[in-house]
């Protein structure tokens, strides 16, 4: 590893302007805004020491780094962190609406999905991410990645519909 320098400094800087926020907004619906913080700093200070191995296409790479971060985070608390849960402990008031309702739709069937179904669908709406993106962040092959998204797709349908027997038609008899 190189000697930092002031030219380090100021690509660390960069690296924050560009990333710090989707960076935030990524732990912290993964882990709260307690605890989104600490995951941001501890991916920045995990860039700063392998500052020689960041790519230029730096996300995929952070996202990786604070999906490292926030599975550490939840093992040693014994516990996994719900954003259902997160959400509720800091909010003052209860939200209401259709945006609610969608949102707990949303939160019903990712909880009952398998954690990386999960993760892959949140990586690809909540983060925006590509297949090849998201198997930077996963540590997999983009087709591999994408094999996932498209079984994590299909898995979160079938709950969706196995959990609103309402939204489906009826069957006709012919």
Not at 131 to 160: D, H, K, N
Request: glycine share 4%; hydrophobic share 45%.
């Amino acid at each position: 590893m190189s000697t930092p320098t002031d030219a380090h400094h100021r690509w660390l800087e960069t690296l924050f302007e560009r990333h710090g926020q989707a960076l935030r907004a990524f732990a912290t619906r993964r882990v709260g805004p307690d605890h989104a913080d600490d995951i941001v700093s501890e991916t920045f200070a995990v860039a700063w020491r392998r500052r020689d191995s960041v790519p230029d296409a730096a996300l995929p790479w952070l996202y990786q780094v604070a999906r490292n971060a926030i599975l550490h985070h939840r093992h040693s608390l014994a516990r996994v962190l719900n954003v259902r849960e997160a959400v509720a402990a800091t909010a003052d008031v209860t939200v209401a609406g259709p945006d609610a309702a969608a949102s707990d739709l949303v939160e019903r069937v990712l909880a009952q999905l398998a954690d990386m179904d999960a993760e892959v669908l949140r990586l690809t709406v909540w983060e925006e991410l590509a297949p090849g993106e998201i198997a930077t962040v996963l540590g997999i092959s983009p087709g591999a990645a994408r094999t996932r998204l498209m079984r994590a797709r299909r898995r979160a349908q079938e709950v969706y519909l196995a959990s609103e027997p309402e939204t489906q038609p009826t069957p006709t008899i012919a």
